[in-house]
C-alpha cells in the first residue's frame, strides 16, 4: 500500500551536490523506518543511509560519512537525502525502502518491504 517515489538525481560533476527526495503516498511514512540503497552495474546493492522511525537515529556508509545526509520532513512525507562532496565512485541508481518500523532501522537492503522506482545519479566531468 505504500508507495515511495524518489527523484532529485542528475548528472553533476565531482564535488558537486544532489539532494534527493522520496515521497511517500498511501501510508504515512513516519511510521516506517527509511532506508537509501545505490545499486551501480556490475555491483550488487548497497546501504547509504538509513533513519529510524521511533527515535531518528542516522547511520551512513563508511563511504559517504561527513559527505551525505539523511533527514526527513514529516509534513511532507518525505525523507531527504543531501549528498555533498560527490565522487565518480558515488555513481549509480539510488534507491529509497521502507521497512516496517519494528526496531531500529539497518543497512540490510533485505529486511526493508517497500522500494522505490530509483533515480539514477551520475557524478562525472
Known amino acids: 500500500q505504500l508507495q515511495l517515489v524518489e527523484s532529485g538525481g542528475g548528472l553533476v560533476q565531482p564535488g558537486g551536490s544532489l539532494r534527493l527526495s522520496c515521497a511517500a503516498s498511501?501510508?504515512?511514512?513516519?511510521?516506517?523506518?527509511v532506508g537509501w540503497f545505490r545499486q551501480a552495474p556490475g555491483k550488487e546493492r548497497e546501504g547509504v543511509s538509513c533513519?529510524?522511525?521511533?527515535?531518528?537515529?542516522?547511520y551512513y556508509a563508511d563511504s559517504v560519512k561527513g559527505r551525505f545526509t539523511i533527514s526527513r520532513d514529516n509534513a511532507k512525507n518525505t525523507v531527504y537525502l543531501q549528498m555533498n562532496s560527490l565522487k565518480p565512485e558515488d555513481t549509480a541508481v539510488y534507491y529509497c525502502?521502507?521497512?516496517?518500523?519494528?526496531?531500529?532501522?539497518?543497512?540490510?537492503?533485505?529486511?526493508?518491504?517497500?522500494w522505490g522506482q530509483g533515480t539514477q545519479v551520475t557524478v562525472s566531468s
Open positions: 533513519i529510524s522511525s521511533s527515535d531518528g537515529n542516522t
Open positions: 498511501g501510508f504515512p511514512l513516519n511510521y516506517y523506518n
Open positions: 525502502a521502507a521497512m516496517e518500523s519494528l526496531s531500529i532501522a539497518t543497512m540490510n537492503p533485505y529486511e526493508y518491504d517497500y
